[in-house]
């Protein structure tokens, strides 16, 4: 199985709009390096139906999402949650990057898949494929 890659940093702190952008744009450029990320910053979305606290989210990533992640990388920015979550990746033996190029190499070495996933051209396709379902009114 693929590493899984932990995407840490602001969410709250500042402006939320412009840190989701932030995490998401961060997300694609591992996702066209071939590197499977989690980004926390989807959940902005859920908070808008779900109004957790600050603790309850630390809680669920630390005891759910964070475990089953492989490495971090740590975004800039002043976040006490991602400080927290480094600090939780680091008590765990578990690798910490501060940038993409640094965690590219450290993939490319633990990456225990083929690839054949995306040589196969499959998750172009899915893209693809969702654009125009959504250009044809689907």
């Not at 840490?8 to 499977?36: M, Y």
């Not at 993409?100 to 693809?128: C, M, Q, T």
Request: charged share 25%; hydrophobic share 35%; aromatic share 12%.
């Amino acid at each position: 199985m693929k590493p899984l890659v932990y995407i840490a940093g602001p969410i709250s702190r500042g402006c939320q709009f412009t840190n989701v952008r932030k995490g998401c744009e961060v997300w694609h450029e591992l996702w066209k390096l071939g590197i499977d990320s989690y980004c926390p910053h989807w959940s902005a979305q859920q908070q808008v139906h779900t109004t957790l606290g600050h603790a309850e989210w630390m809680a669920y990533d630390t005891q759910v999402i964070l475990p089953r992640c492989d490495a971090l990388l740590r975004m800039p920015g002043e976040s006490s949650g991602a400080d927290i979550e480094v600090e939780w990746m680091k008590e765990h033996g578990k690798p910490v990057f501060y940038e993409i190029s640094k965690l590219a190499e450290w993939y490319e070495k633990h990456d225990r898949e083929s690839n054949v996933w995306r040589a196969s051209g499959f998750p172009e396709r899915v893209a693809r494929d969702a654009f125009d379902a959504r250009q044809e009114g689907g």
